[in-house]
């Protein structure tokens, strides 16, 4: 994990399988509405992990919608509106 400031992006270094070799996780407090506005920008399901979605845009980046990961998704999320 990168440090970063409180209320700033929240950055971690992880290992990928798949070709893209960049990995972005999106944070929200309803997964389900997420993928939806997701999927209508282009964005499509590849899987269901857990209690997370994969996903991947039209240009072939992976991603996943997880739940809420910091103590601060409140602040963060309103300063983002």
């Known amino acids: 994990m990168l440090e970063t400031p409180p209320r700033e992006v929240h ?3 992880q290992q990928v399988t798949h070709p893209s070799r960049v990995h972005l996780d999106i944070e929200t ?3 389900e509405a997420e993928v939806a506005r997701l999927e209508r920008l282009g ?3 590849i899987a269901t992990v857990k ?3 994969v996903m991947e ?3 072939g980046q992976r991603f996943c919608v ?3 990961q910091r ?3 409140e602040d963060c999320a ?3 509106d």
């Open 11 to 13: 950055i971690e270094v």
């Open 78 to 80: 309103k300063r983002w």
């Open 51 to 53: 209690q997370w979605v």
């Open 43 to 45: 964005a499509r399901r």
């Open 71 to 73: 103590d601060d998704f």
């Open 66 to 68: 997880v739940r809420p």
């Open 57 to 59: 845009a039209p240009t």
């Open 29 to 31: 407090d309803d997964i």
